[in-house]
């Protein structure tokens, strides 16, 4: 007996409805357009509970007392049933939730969106959460796996996917469906299904039929259809039992598939032929309830006492038939035709198919067995059935990683091919867009600099589907059809001829996967595992095969990128590869395919060049990975989007990376992974942050600093290399910046003590910057970091000057370098490394080797004078380290030639450091890792530590006798004499004389009496002579030590008159002689040694 329809009722306003069976099936709940659910006992319930949850409710789901609804308000919400008390939101999305489903126990519930996400919630704790990305279009429908392994969600992008709850990734993809921009718009709801209790079929409404995929091995295993049905299937619903499978078309046609045997079973039709866009089967099986989107609900009654018995009839007829050829038992009509019937039970494996994993023995499919056959006692139906219920049969399941969907090929900058209107390719240099609408078919091109060439509108007669756009041409490419091939048309726009354009068909069965532009040629990846190469002209060039197939291209210059699958990713993470070539003059592969980085179970959503021709990608986690030539083509993450999003489901889609200034350009998208192309997106900028640790404190946040300027920075040294001019003054400020940096983490580490630290640092520093390192250790009375700084200025001299040397000077000059300087430069640099224990007259004698060298031998080369001075500072340094650990204590108001405090490096101006471009300074700065623009040389002269204490005054001064001071001052002549090569370079030693500061007089009272004193006391020594002068001088009178002082000013004027009339000092010079801060020192030095021993 058929079923019967019952008439249908109002139940909601105009508009998209949804409805469900309470657990036990005493109550039908419906949602509609009008933001209400409401509760029917029956369909002829006149006052029907009513709920208002929102202003539009897409969809509801009701178990275990929890009613679950998604709402306009881009929740998903919970009230209790039947009260109908709001118990909260569930979880909540960027867009609306389309569709809600529970799970077979009810403690979780699946929900998908329009902002592409499908989230997975648990009931009690909403707070665990799992969340499905991958779909590039709304969501249509999600379903639950009854077994609570797999989720299956279709989508507006064409796909129907599988993914596995626990790791979060695809298993499985289809697709099968007509492609739409919105839920809207699309043809079909594509309400799936999974088979109760076994959860072995998947029900997947296509068109017009209804196709079955096997979970075991995600394969297509049948297809369910109907002459009656003219319109594409929109939902389908299974029954209890699992053995009929109910659908429902847009036309408004409802049909009963036996799932088993493949019959439609059941035919009605909605009474208007309105769109049947929600059903739900009776928990008992006897009925289904269905809803339409003019807000009306129906009811089938009666389903259980035509369906069951039908299919009891088959299948008591298959079984017993072997048994008994009585055919006046059976009702013929039941029977399907003999054909089908064969095929069924015999499939072309030639194995009986095991008809146990249909016929599921649960309280719901007892009806079927019990229904009584005419001449058949009950007992007999039902033994005939049982012994078709066999056991399943045990396979070994496979339990190792899942293999991993490969991503589809793409244009990176472009959006998703089945948009109406779209992006084909957003660069740096302009935006191609397309339009694909009942009214128009066309391609617009905008340049960003319309210098470059203006706007450009062209019809897509073609269909093209990719494009690329460059600063000479825009490239197009189509897709090959049955009838046409693959096509590749390429615009020159900057060809000087009139023929600015030109098309190449591909060899048929071929199809185009991606393509490029560079400077005169373009590239094309193709189906067949193939890059073909034109010129930008049309020339057909080198042809080669891909190890995989092509994921996406990009071109910069004369370099070209290839991402193709190297191999199957597991657990969801992409296997790909990487190819760099130069196809300049010098063809070269750069990187051989070596893996590519993503993130952990994301895919490539981008690839390119920064302006300045870096390769650049960047994967669907958001984070940015820049290639480092410098650590052998090692990709560097320098950046990660996700950081700069608002909500989880916010992205950022990249249109251009920029190394100087440090710029990531983007178009923030809210709730999506694309923009629309109306209205027209805002470019953002981003800035970029390696993730280094501690990047809180300041350690961290100078290292963070340092290493980007380096990476950032790389691109000078690749494209002088390349042949392409550099911006030399940008060079010289990166430099400046990093050698900056690495002067305040030196003055971090020496505060904080870390010695060893500060010679690593000291080690990345130029030779230049390790003066300045010297300088600020001596200041901090560090002498042991100050003597390893200047072996380590020693060697980097050397090998500065070797380079130097290599680079520039004529083989000749090098010959006579080696021949006549290195065995002095041997020499000497042997008496630096033992001069600790040399006696103060080999001093003199290092003087004039030099001065003789510089003369003589090393004319030619600028940095001789650099080497000389470098080994002087050394050896001065070493003297005096040894003469603070000899006597322990230094005079601070002490100035002499080996132990100066305050003066500049000799032959440099104290502005050509880093540590002085830091602050405020009037005189200009030289570029940081050269020499000046002056020709002179950076010269490393270490100081002495400040004392601790006015009792310390002259120890240091008055430590030697009176013949080495005597030695001294000549070693301090002669240095007045040596003049370096150069005409430019003033001489080292006129600033040394310059900066020399006068006598006090303790110290021209201790000379002429220093006879009397040893006289007195013939025992005595140094320290014992010093503390006796001492305390004689304190003995004398005011007026006396007065005029020793005066005496001992009266003594300096001489020398500084010889040496203005000598004129060795250059007007640079003179001016600093004159100022007020060279002066002041001198006097301050000698008022406060007066006054250290005026003191009683």
């Not at 023995?361 to 012994?387: F, H, M, R, T, Y």
């Not at 040389?937 to 002495?944: D, E, F, G, S, T």
Request: aromatic fraction near 6%; proline fraction near 5%; glycine fraction near 8%.
């Amino acid at each position: 007996m058929p079923c019967e329809r019952k008439p249908m009722r109002y139940g909601h306003s105009e508009g998209h409805t949804d409805v469900c069976f309470d657990d036990e099936g005493k109550c039908i709940v419906t949602c509609g357009s009008d933001g209400d659910v409401r509760i029917w006992e029956s369909l002829d319930d006149d006052d029907p509970k009513s709920i208002n949850v929102g202003e539009k409710v897409y969809s509801v789901a009701l178990k275990n007392g929890k009613l679950v609804t998604a709402v306009s308000n881009n929740t998903v919400q919970i009230h209790t049933f039947p009260e109908g008390d709001p118990d909260g939101i569930l979880t909540r999305f960027t867009t609306n939730a389309n569709h809600v489903t529970f799970n077979s126990s009810g403690s979780r519930v699946a929900a998908g969106s329009s902002d592409f996400i499908v989230k997975i919630v648990e009931v009690v704790d909403s707070s665990q959460q799992k969340t499905l990305r991958g779909h590039d279009a709304p969501i249509l429908s999600v379903a639950l796996d009854p077994s609570d392994e797999f989720l299956a969600s279709s989508s507006c992008d064409g796909s129907v996917t599988v993914w596995s709850i626990e790791s979060q990734t695809q298993v499985a993809q289809w697709k099968i469906i007509q492609k739409s921009s919105d839920v809207s718009n699309a043809k079909s709801l594509c309400r799936l299904a999974w088979q109760p209790h076994s959860g072995k079929l998947l029900a997947v409404p296509v068109d017009l039929t209804v196709q079955l995929y096997d979970k075991n091995t995600w394969t297509h295993v049948s297809t369910l259809s109907d002459d009656l049905i003219t319109q594409v299937v929109n939902v389908v619903v299974w029954s209890p039992c699992g053995k009929f499978l109910a659908a429902g078309t847009v036309g408004g046609n409802l049909l009963i598939w036996d799932v088993e045997a493949k019959l439609c079973i059941e035919r009605q039709k909605h009474e208007k032929g309105f769109t049947v866009c929600g059903m739900a089967w009776h928990p008992s099986g006897v009925r289904i309830a269905y809803t339409d989107t003019e807000g009306c609900l129906g009811l089938l009654e009666g389903v259980s006492s035509s369906s069951p018995s039908s299919s009891s009839t088959v299948q008591s007829t298959k079984v017993s038939l072997p048994f008994s050829r009585n055919d006046s038992l059976i009702n013929s009509d039941m029977l399907p035709p003999a054909g089908d019937d064969d095929d069924d039970l015999m499939p072309a494996t030639g194995r009986p198919r095991n008809r146990g994993s249909f016929l599921d023995d649960d309280d719901n499919s007892q009806d079927a067995g019990s229904v009584k056959l005419d001449g058949v006692p009950e007992e007999d139906g039902s033994s005939a059935i049982l012994p078709a219920v066999g056991p399943a049969v045990s396979r070994p399941v496979y339990e190792g990683p899942m293999p991993t969907q490969p991503q589809r090929a793409f244009q990176p900058g472009s959006t998703p091919v089945h948009l109406m209107h779209r992006f084909m390719v957003w660069n740096s240099v302009g935006i191609v867009r397309g339009y694909n609408d009942d009214q128009d078919n066309a391609i617009d091109v905008e340049f960003h600099d319309t210098a470059v060439h203006h706007a450009m509108h062209l019809t897509n007669t073609l269909g093209h589907t990719m494009a690329d756009l460059s600063q000479e041409a825009v490239l197009l490419a189509c897709e090959g059809t049955d009838e046409l091939a693959s096509k590749i048309q390429c615009l020159h726009f900057s060809c000087w001829d009139t023929h600015k354009d030109w098309i190449v068909d591909l060899p048929k069965g071929e199809d185009v996967r991606a393509l490029c532009l560079g400077q005169g040629w373009a590239a094309v990846a193709t189906s067949a595992l193939m890059v073909r190469l034109f010129s930008i002209g049309g020339v057909q060039k080198e042809i080669f095969s891909l190890p995989g197939a092509a994921v996406c291209m990009a071109g910069h210059g004369e370099q070209l990128l290839i991402v193709y699958h190297r191999g199957t990713g597991f657990d969801g993470d992409q296997a790909l590869g990487v190819q760099l070539l130069q196809l300049g003059s010098k063809r070269r592969q750069v990187i051989h395919g070596e893996p590519l980085p993503l993130s952990r179970k994301s895919y490539l959503a981008w690839l390119g060049f920064t302006a300045e021709g870096t390769p650049c990608c960047i994967d669907s986690e958001g984070v940015v990975r820049m290639l480092n030539r410098t650590l052998g083509n090692t990709w560097t993450p320098v950046c990660n989007t996700r950081d700069s999003c608002k909500s989880r489901s916010d992205h950022y889609w990249v249109v251009g990376v920029h190394e100087n200034p440090q710029q990531l350009r983007c178009i923030p998208c809210k709730g999506s992974r694309f923009p629309p192309t109306l209205p027209r997106p805002a470019v953002a900028v981003l800035p970029f942050n390696l993730p280094y640790c501690q990047t809180t404190t300041e350690k961290g946040q100078m290292e963070e600093q340092y290493w980007r300027s380096m990476l950032f920075h790389n691109h000078f040294g690749f494209l002088s290399s390349s042949g392409y001019e550099i911006d030399s003054e940008g060079q010289s400020q990166a430099e400046k910046e990093q050698q900056e940096l690495l002067m305040k983490m030196f003055a971090l580490s020496c505060k904080l003590e870390r010695e060893f630290r500060c010679v690593e640092l000291a080690e990345m520093m130029t030779h230049s910057v390790v003066t300045l390192a010297i300088r600020y250790a001596s200041r901090s009375r560090r002498m042991a970091l100050a003597q390893r700084l200047s072996e380590l200025a020693l060697e980097k001299a050397n090998q500065f000057q070797e380079e130097e040397l290599e680079e520039e000077e004529p083989t000749y000059q090098r010959l006579a370098w080696n021949s006549g300087g290195s065995r002095q430069m041997s020499s000497r640099q042997a008496q630096v490394e033992n001069g600790c224990e040399e006696e103060e007259e080999d001093y003199p004698q290092e003087e004039q080797m030099d001065a003789e060298e510089s003369t003589e031998t090393r004319k030619p080369s600028k940095y001789a004078s650099l080497l000389k001075c470098i080994k002087i500072t050394v050896f001065k340094f070493i003297k005096l380290h040894t003469l603070l650990s000899r006597e322990g204590r230094v005079n601070p108001f002490k100035v002499s030639g080996a132990g100066k405090s305050s003066s500049s490096p000799a032959g440099q101006p104290r502005t050509t450091n880093v540590l002085d471009s830091m602050t405020v300074s009037s005189r200009k700065p030289t570029p940081l890792g050269g020499t000046s623009k002056q020709g002179k040389a950076p010269v490393l002269k270490p100081l002495a530590p400040k004392p601790k204490s006015k009792t310390q005054a002259t120890l240091l001064q008055m430590s030697a006798s009176k013949g080495s001071s005597k030695k001294l001052e000549n070693s301090q002549t002669e240095a007045e004499k040596v003049k370096p090569a150069p005409a430019a370079t003033p001489p080292a030693s006129v600033e040394n004389v310059e900066n020399r500061k006068p006598k006090t007089g303790f110290q021209l009272w201790l000379e002429e009496n220093r006879k009397s004193i040893l006289a007195d006391n013939p025992d005595f020594e140094e320290m014992d002579v010093i503390k006796e002068g001492m305390g004689r001088f304190r003995t004398l009178s005011a007026e006396e030590r007065l005029n020793w002082t005066e005496k001992a000013k009266g003594d300096s004027d001489p020398k500084k008159r010889k040496r203005e009339d000598e004129g060795q000092v250059n007007e640079q010079m003179e001016s600093d002689e004159g100022s007020a801060k060279k002066k002041k020192p001198l006097d301050t030095s000698a008022k406060l040694s007066a006054f250290a021993f005026n003191k009683e």
